[in-house]
């Protein structure tokens, strides 16, 4: 109803706290707010007695005795009645201040999102108490700016006072008070002055740095995601072979152990078989002897002496007959301790395998010790390969040592041989956790691991370190140093001149990292590759530059 009659519920509402008015006071310039929240602002108002109008800043003195606007309270509790809600219940939940948010400085309760900033207020505003401040200060020159940033970090802690100088001694934004106080004799220019000047000198090399910054990151996520990937495929690849070792072992098993149970089953029928037949012919032989022992105990009350004589010869060369063969029934119990026996040899072989096995899974986890002396541990001697280097590349030291050279090498011809590049390969080739190594000094040098099948004659990037898929590489020189594999450069960030690096690599995880050796091992960068055969440390040495290894 209200807003049918051309009145909106901004007519209605406190100026304070922008919702609709509660317990209505008028103050003596005609305006009204609610009791408490104009009462809580005159509270805070200057301690020397003055008060003024927050909406049209007249002021009074002394502090003026509100009185309740009786008209406009029954105004309100019929609008309440009529359904007419508070402003700041149908407000968009977007108008509020949020973590983050610059808050407005006049609202009260719950607090709006400021939208402008004024320099010479020093205060925050929402868009309606914006709109408020522009009637106060119509036609007064007040600065204002977009409120992205709270105003507490432009004013000056020290002296309240907006940030307006810019020392360049101190390189800190000032107010004019330090200018004159503690930063004297400083060199100062205005805040927009040095904005115009930075804008102009430093603003595109710091914009060009975060991009290259941005750009090494974006690869470096990339590149883990494709190593993340390649693990979790390659571990998927383990669990299947796992699962399929077990079930052939399972399988081998059962099946070798169903042909002893064929046989012993087989065994147990033969010899059956005979045992019984055996039985049966000594149970007759018994039938027979015991006839011959009744016709014996009859024998001796005969009066026919012949008889007594042929009876007496008949039945002892009978009993005097050759027993059938006899049969040996095999106890079981050799079967049960070969049994026995091979079960615990199996356990045996099992547990000692299994814990190379497991050994072997913990050891593919990535690991990257954190002191030089955790590195040590897992130190590699190396020598460089006389018939893979470059002729116009000298060794000394134990082949430890390369450096440049002017003159041309009487190396003896070699198929290994780099013909066009400045290379050498180690003897060595590393695996599992190893860790070593160089000292260089000159215009610039590469330090590389690659695969023993890189190509070594002609110029293009197949013979280049880490300019293919053989081979990955550490460039460094004075000015800059990057990472590189396949011909993919990663800019690293700028250090100062490092005179020795130190190179990490774990093959079964398929890590390398490379770093500044220092007390703290300044880390360089880390990448995860796929060792899918042996790799060797590798050298590249530019003109007038040169290398030796260190442990």
């Given at each position: 109803?209200?807003?049918?009659?051309?009145?909106?519920?901004?007519?209605?509402s406190?100026?304070?706290?922008?919702?609709?008015?509660?317990?209505p006071?008028?103050t003596?310039c005609?305006?009204?707010?609610?009791?408490?929240?104009?009462?809580?602002?005159?509270?805070?108002?200057?301690?020397?007695?003055?008060y003024?109008?927050?909406?049209?800043?007249?002021?009074?003195?002394?502090?003026?005795?509100?009185?309740?606007?009786?008209?406009?309270?029954?105004v309100?509790?019929?609008l309440?009645?009529l359904?007419?809600?508070?402003?700041?219940?149908?407000?968009?939940?977007?108008q509020?201040?949020?973590?983050?948010?610059?808050?407005?400085?006049?609202?009260?309760?719950?607090?709006?999102?400021?939208?402008?900033?004024?320099?010479v207020?020093?205060?925050?505003?929402?868009?309606?108490?914006?709109?408020?401040h522009n009637d106060?200060?119509?036609?007064?020159?007040?600065?204002?700016?977009?409120?992205?940033v709270?105003?507490?970090?432009?004013?000056?802690s020290?002296?309240?006072?907006?940030?307006?100088?810019?020392?360049?001694?101190?390189?800190?934004?000032?107010?004019?008070?330090c200018?004159?106080?503690?930063?004297?004799?400083?060199?100062?220019?205005s805040?927009?002055?040095?904005?115009s000047?930075?804008?102009?000198?430093?603003?595109?090399?710091a914009?060009m740095?975060?991009?290259?910054?941005?750009?090494?990151?974006?690869?470096e996520?990339s590149?883990?995601?494709?190593a993340?990937?390649?693990?979790?495929?390659?571990?998927?690849?383990?669990?299947?072979?796992?699962?399929?070792?077990?079930?052939?072992?399972?399988?081998f098993?059962?099946?070798?152990f169903?042909?002893?149970?064929?046989?012993?089953?087989?065994?147990e029928?033969?010899?059956?078989?005979?045992?019984?037949?055996?039985?049966?012919?000594?149970e007759?032989?018994?039938?027979?002897?015991?006839?011959?022992?009744?016709e014996?105990?009859?024998l001796?009350?005969?009066e026919?002496?012949?008889?007594?004589?042929q009876?007496?010869?008949?039945?002892?060369?009978?009993t005097?007959?050759?027993?059938?063969?006899?049969?040996?029934?095999?106890?079981?119990?050799?079967?049960e301790?070969?049994?026995?026996?091979?079960?615990?040899?199996?356990?045996?072989?099992?547990?000692?395998?299994?814990?190379?096995?497991i050994e072997?899974?913990?050891?593919?986890?990535?690991?990257?010790?954190?002191?030089?002396?955790e590195?040590?541990?897992?130190?590699?001697?190396?020598?460089?390969?006389?018939n893979?280097?470059y002729?116009?590349?000298?060794?000394?030291?134990?082949?430890?040592?390369?450096?440049?050279?002017?003159a041309?090498?009487?190396?003896?011809?070699?198929?290994?041989?780099?013909?066009?590049?400045?290379?050498?390969?180690?003897?060595?080739?590393?695996?599992?956790?190893s860790?070593w190594?160089v000292?260089?000094?000159?215009?610039?040098?590469?330090?590389?691991?690659?695969?023993k099948?890189?190509?070594?004659?002609?110029?293009?990037?197949?013979?280049?370190?880490?300019?293919?898929?053989?081979?990955?590489?550490?460039?460094?020189?004075?000015?800059?140093?990057?990472?590189?594999?396949?011909?993919?450069?990663?800019?690293?960030?700028?250090?100062?001149?490092?005179?020795?690096?130190?190179?990490?690599?774990?093959?079964?995880?398929?890590?390398m990292?490379?770093?500044?050796?220092?007390?703290?091992?300044?880390?360089?960068?880390?990448?995860?590759?796929?060792?899918?055969?042996?790799?060797?440390?590798?050298?590249?040495v530019?003109n007038?530059?040169?290398?030796?290894?260190?442990?």
């Open positions: 109803m209200a807003e049918a009659s051309g009145w909106s519920q901004d007519h209605f406190c100026v304070i706290c922008l919702d609709p008015l509660k317990d006071v008028t003596n005609g305006h009204s707010f609610c009791k408490d929240c104009i009462a809580g602002c005159w509270d805070q108002e200057d301690p020397k007695g003055v003024s109008c927050p909406q049209c800043r007249q002021t009074f003195t002394p502090r003026p005795v509100l009185s309740r606007n009786t008209m406009l309270a029954e309100m509790e019929k309440k009645l359904g007419v809600h508070s402003a700041s219940a149908t407000a968009p939940a977007a509020y201040a949020g973590p983050g948010d610059v808050e407005c400085d006049v609202c009260t309760g719950r607090k709006r999102k400021a939208v402008k900033s004024c320099l207020c020093l205060s925050s505003y929402c868009e309606t108490h914006f709109g408020v106060l200060t119509l036609g007064k020159k007040h600065k204002v700016i977009d409120a992205t709270k105003l507490e970090d432009l004013i000056c020290l002296h309240d006072k907006l940030l307006e100088v810019f020392c360049r001694t101190d390189q800190t934004s000032i107010c004019m008070l200018a004159m106080d503690e930063h004297k004799g400083h060199d100062t220019v805040a927009t002055a040095e904005r000047y930075k804008q102009e000198r430093e603003f595109p090399a914009q740095r975060c991009k290259q910054s941005i750009q090494a990151k974006v690869t996520v590149r883990l995601k494709s993340l990937n390649s693990f979790k495929i390659s571990s998927g690849r383990a669990v299947a072979d796992c699962e399929k070792t077990s079930k052939e072992m399972i399988s098993i059962e099946r070798r169903s042909e002893v149970i064929k046989l012993i089953k087989d065994q029928i033969t010899e059956t078989d005979q045992d019984e037949r055996f039985i049966h012919q000594l007759q032989e018994i039938a027979e002897l015991k006839k011959k022992d009744a014996l105990g009859r001796p009350q005969t026919n002496d012949i008889y007594f004589l009876v007496m010869q008949s039945i002892c060369s009978n005097e007959a050759e027993l059938p063969t006899k049969f040996f029934i095999a106890s079981s119990e050799e079967t301790k070969a049994v026995s026996e091979m079960n615990e040899a199996f356990k045996d072989l099992m547990n000692s395998k299994m814990s190379t096995l072997r899974v913990t050891d593919m986890k990535v690991f990257l010790p954190k002191t030089r002396e590195f040590l541990k897992y130190r590699k001697s190396l020598t460089l390969d006389s893979t280097i002729p116009w590349l000298c060794l000394r030291n134990g082949k430890r040592h390369v450096s440049w050279t002017t041309r090498q009487s190396y003896p011809a070699h198929p290994e041989r780099f013909d066009s590049r400045p290379q050498v390969l180690c003897n060595e080739a590393v695996h599992g956790r860790y190594e000292e260089w000094e000159g215009p610039g040098v590469k330090i590389a691991v690659a695969f099948d890189i190509e070594r004659n002609g110029s293009g990037t197949k013979t280049l370190f880490g300019g293919n898929t053989h081979s990955w590489c550490l460039t460094l020189s004075k000015s800059h140093f990057y990472f590189q594999h396949n011909s993919t450069e990663i800019i690293l960030s700028p250090l100062p001149y490092l005179s020795r690096i130190g190179v990490f690599v774990d093959t079964n995880a398929g890590v990292s490379f770093y500044c050796v220092t007390d703290t091992m300044q880390h360089l960068h880390t990448e995860l590759a796929s060792f899918s055969k042996p790799i060797y440390p590798g050298l590249e530019n007038g530059s040169k290398v030796a290894f260190c442990l």
